[in-house]
T-cell receptor, first 115, second 108 residues
Protein backbone atom coordinates (compact mmCIF):
# COMPACT_ATOMS: atom_id res chain seq x y z
CA UNK A 1 0.00 0.00 0.00
CA UNK A 2 1.18 3.53 -0.73
CA UNK A 3 2.16 5.66 2.21
CA UNK A 4 1.50 9.35 2.58
CA UNK A 5 2.40 11.17 -0.61
CA UNK A 6 3.20 14.85 -1.03
CA UNK A 7 3.77 17.08 -4.00
CA UNK A 8 5.84 18.77 -5.13
CA UNK A 9 9.01 17.42 -3.53
CA UNK A 10 10.89 20.68 -3.94
CA UNK A 11 9.79 24.21 -4.68
CA UNK A 12 11.52 27.57 -5.11
CA UNK A 13 9.50 30.76 -4.77
CA UNK A 14 10.22 34.44 -4.28
CA UNK A 15 9.02 36.69 -1.51
CA UNK A 16 5.40 37.76 -1.85
CA UNK A 17 4.38 34.80 -3.98
CA UNK A 18 1.80 32.21 -3.09
CA UNK A 19 2.32 28.45 -2.79
CA UNK A 20 0.04 25.40 -2.66
CA UNK A 21 1.30 22.12 -1.26
CA UNK A 22 -0.59 18.87 -1.67
CA UNK A 23 -0.91 15.73 0.41
CA UNK A 24 -2.62 12.39 -0.06
CA UNK A 25 -3.06 10.35 3.13
CA UNK A 26 -2.72 6.63 3.49
CA UNK A 27 -5.76 4.90 2.04
CA UNK A 28 -8.49 4.73 4.68
CA UNK A 29 -7.00 7.47 6.84
CA UNK A 30 -9.37 10.33 7.52
CA UNK A 31 -7.13 12.78 9.35
CA UNK A 32 -4.38 14.94 7.90
CA UNK A 33 -2.04 17.22 9.81
CA UNK A 34 0.46 19.75 8.46
CA UNK A 35 3.78 20.63 10.05
CA UNK A 36 6.58 23.07 9.31
CA UNK A 37 10.12 21.98 10.08
CA UNK A 38 12.93 24.50 9.84
CA UNK A 39 16.53 23.36 9.89
CA UNK A 40 17.67 22.21 13.30
CA UNK A 41 14.20 22.21 14.84
CA UNK A 42 11.46 19.70 15.37
CA UNK A 43 8.27 19.87 13.32
CA UNK A 44 5.85 22.63 14.35
CA UNK A 45 2.13 21.94 14.13
CA UNK A 46 0.23 24.08 11.62
CA UNK A 47 -3.19 22.45 11.06
CA UNK A 48 -5.14 19.30 11.61
CA UNK A 49 -8.13 18.28 9.50
CA UNK A 50 -10.50 15.44 10.15
CA UNK A 51 -13.50 14.59 8.02
CA UNK A 52 -12.95 17.79 6.03
CA UNK A 53 -13.18 20.02 9.10
CA UNK A 54 -10.39 21.94 10.80
CA UNK A 55 -9.85 20.36 14.22
CA UNK A 56 -6.71 22.12 15.31
CA UNK A 57 -4.56 25.09 14.43
CA UNK A 58 -1.07 25.95 15.57
CA UNK A 59 0.46 29.36 16.15
CA UNK A 60 0.82 30.42 12.52
CA UNK A 61 -0.36 33.64 10.84
CA UNK A 62 -3.45 33.88 8.68
CA UNK A 63 -1.24 33.69 5.60
CA UNK A 64 -1.37 29.95 6.20
CA UNK A 65 -4.58 28.15 5.28
CA UNK A 66 -5.57 24.62 4.43
CA UNK A 67 -8.45 22.45 3.41
CA UNK A 68 -9.35 18.80 3.15
CA UNK A 69 -11.25 17.32 0.25
CA UNK A 70 -13.94 14.60 0.20
CA UNK A 71 -11.29 12.02 -0.73
CA UNK A 72 -9.37 13.11 2.42
CA UNK A 73 -6.48 14.62 0.48
CA UNK A 74 -5.41 18.05 1.62
CA UNK A 75 -3.85 21.29 0.46
CA UNK A 76 -1.78 23.76 2.43
CA UNK A 77 -1.72 27.29 1.07
CA UNK A 78 0.71 30.00 2.07
CA UNK A 79 0.23 33.58 0.84
CA UNK A 80 2.65 36.50 0.74
CA UNK A 81 5.67 34.27 1.25
CA UNK A 82 8.47 35.46 3.53
CA UNK A 83 12.07 34.30 3.62
CA UNK A 84 11.32 32.70 6.98
CA UNK A 85 8.76 30.39 5.38
CA UNK A 86 11.63 28.40 3.89
CA UNK A 87 11.30 24.98 5.49
CA UNK A 88 10.33 21.37 5.06
CA UNK A 89 6.55 21.06 5.09
CA UNK A 90 5.40 17.71 6.35
CA UNK A 91 2.01 16.10 6.03
CA UNK A 92 0.98 13.34 8.41
CA UNK A 93 -2.06 11.12 8.27
CA UNK A 94 -3.80 9.07 10.90
CA UNK A 95 -6.75 6.73 10.82
CA UNK A 96 -8.98 8.87 12.98
CA UNK A 97 -8.74 12.20 14.75
CA UNK A 98 -5.39 12.22 16.55
CA UNK A 99 -5.98 11.48 20.16
CA UNK A 100 -4.77 8.98 22.66
CA UNK A 101 -2.26 6.59 21.15
CA UNK A 102 -3.27 7.47 17.57
CA UNK A 103 -0.16 7.15 15.45
CA UNK A 104 0.69 9.67 12.76
CA UNK A 105 2.48 8.61 9.58
CA UNK A 106 4.50 11.21 7.76
CA UNK A 107 4.97 11.87 4.08
CA UNK A 108 8.38 12.69 2.61
CA UNK A 109 7.69 16.41 2.79
CA UNK A 110 7.94 19.36 0.45
CA UNK A 111 11.11 21.45 0.66
CA UNK A 112 10.21 25.08 0.11
CA UNK A 113 12.87 27.69 -0.51
CA UNK A 114 11.83 31.34 -0.56
CA UNK A 115 14.30 33.71 -2.17
CA UNK B 1 8.33 27.66 28.06
CA UNK B 2 8.37 25.13 25.25
CA UNK B 3 5.82 22.34 25.32
CA UNK B 4 8.53 19.71 24.85
CA UNK B 5 12.20 20.07 25.65
CA UNK B 6 15.05 17.81 24.64
CA UNK B 7 18.81 17.99 24.88
CA UNK B 8 19.83 18.47 21.23
CA UNK B 9 23.14 16.68 21.76
CA UNK B 10 24.98 15.65 19.72
CA UNK B 11 25.60 12.29 21.31
CA UNK B 12 28.57 10.46 19.79
CA UNK B 13 28.86 6.90 21.10
CA UNK B 14 30.85 3.82 20.06
CA UNK B 15 29.16 0.78 18.63
CA UNK B 16 27.76 -1.44 21.34
CA UNK B 17 27.30 1.37 23.83
CA UNK B 18 24.12 2.10 25.75
CA UNK B 19 22.73 5.59 25.35
CA UNK B 20 19.78 7.31 27.00
CA UNK B 21 17.77 10.34 25.93
CA UNK B 22 15.43 12.33 28.12
CA UNK B 23 12.62 14.67 27.28
CA UNK B 24 10.40 16.85 29.47
CA UNK B 25 6.95 18.18 28.72
CA UNK B 26 5.07 21.10 30.23
CA UNK B 27 1.40 20.13 29.96
CA UNK B 28 0.42 17.75 32.75
CA UNK B 29 -2.78 16.90 30.85
CA UNK B 30 -0.85 15.46 27.91
CA UNK B 31 -2.39 12.21 26.81
CA UNK B 32 0.01 10.22 24.69
CA UNK B 33 3.69 10.06 24.04
CA UNK B 34 5.92 8.81 21.26
CA UNK B 35 9.49 8.62 20.06
CA UNK B 36 10.07 9.24 16.38
CA UNK B 37 13.30 8.79 14.47
CA UNK B 38 14.34 11.14 11.68
CA UNK B 39 17.19 10.43 9.32
CA UNK B 40 18.96 13.29 7.56
CA UNK B 41 16.70 14.96 5.00
CA UNK B 42 13.96 12.37 5.55
CA UNK B 43 10.57 12.43 7.22
CA UNK B 44 10.07 11.39 10.87
CA UNK B 45 9.16 7.74 11.37
CA UNK B 46 7.53 6.24 14.43
CA UNK B 47 10.02 4.40 16.60
CA UNK B 48 7.70 3.51 19.44
CA UNK B 49 4.80 4.70 21.53
CA UNK B 50 5.46 5.27 25.21
CA UNK B 51 3.14 3.65 27.72
CA UNK B 52 2.72 4.49 31.38
CA UNK B 53 4.06 1.13 32.44
CA UNK B 54 7.10 1.46 30.21
CA UNK B 55 7.66 -0.63 27.14
CA UNK B 56 10.43 -2.37 25.30
CA UNK B 57 10.99 -3.18 21.64
CA UNK B 58 14.16 -5.15 21.10
CA UNK B 59 17.10 -2.93 22.00
CA UNK B 60 14.84 0.07 22.68
CA UNK B 61 13.15 0.82 26.00
CA UNK B 62 10.83 3.76 26.61
CA UNK B 63 9.74 5.04 30.00
CA UNK B 64 7.18 7.63 31.07
CA UNK B 65 7.20 9.43 34.40
CA UNK B 66 3.96 11.40 34.65
CA UNK B 67 4.73 12.81 38.08
CA UNK B 68 7.95 14.40 36.84
CA UNK B 69 6.64 14.92 33.31
CA UNK B 70 9.51 13.30 31.51
CA UNK B 71 9.97 10.60 28.93
CA UNK B 72 13.09 8.58 28.29
CA UNK B 73 14.46 6.38 25.54
CA UNK B 74 17.20 3.85 26.17
CA UNK B 75 19.09 2.25 23.31
CA UNK B 76 21.20 -0.78 24.15
CA UNK B 77 23.98 -2.30 22.03
CA UNK B 78 24.04 0.69 19.65
CA UNK B 79 24.40 -0.05 15.94
CA UNK B 80 25.78 2.20 13.23
CA UNK B 81 22.28 2.23 11.74
CA UNK B 82 20.93 3.86 14.93
CA UNK B 83 22.59 7.13 13.87
CA UNK B 84 19.74 9.60 13.45
CA UNK B 85 17.83 12.36 15.22
CA UNK B 86 15.38 11.14 17.86
CA UNK B 87 12.28 13.25 18.34
CA UNK B 88 10.21 13.22 21.50
CA UNK B 89 6.52 13.77 20.73
CA UNK B 90 3.69 14.63 23.11
CA UNK B 91 0.01 14.68 22.22
CA UNK B 92 -2.12 17.26 24.04
CA UNK B 93 -5.68 17.53 22.80
CA UNK B 94 -5.62 17.56 19.03
CA UNK B 95 -2.03 18.74 18.72
CA UNK B 96 1.21 16.87 18.51
CA UNK B 97 4.16 18.73 20.01
CA UNK B 98 7.66 17.79 18.90
CA UNK B 99 10.91 18.39 20.69
CA UNK B 100 13.85 19.79 18.76
CA UNK B 101 15.32 16.32 18.51
CA UNK B 102 18.45 14.70 19.89
CA UNK B 103 21.20 13.86 17.42
CA UNK B 104 22.90 10.48 17.81
CA UNK B 105 25.98 9.32 15.92
CA UNK B 106 27.21 5.79 16.51
CA UNK B 107 30.91 5.52 15.75
CA UNK B 108 32.58 2.32 14.47
Amino acid sequence: DAGVTQSPTHLIKTRGQHVTLRCSPISGHKSVSWYQQVLGQGPQFIFQYYEKEERGRGNFPDRFSARQFPNYSSELNVNALLLGDSALYLCASSLNSPNQQETQYFGPGTRLLVL
Amino acid sequence: RKEVEQDPGPFNVPEGATVAFNCTYSNSASQSFFWYRQDCRKEPKLLMSVYSSGNEDGRFTAQLNRASQYISLLIRDSKLSDSATYLCVVNSGNQFYFGTGTSLTVIP
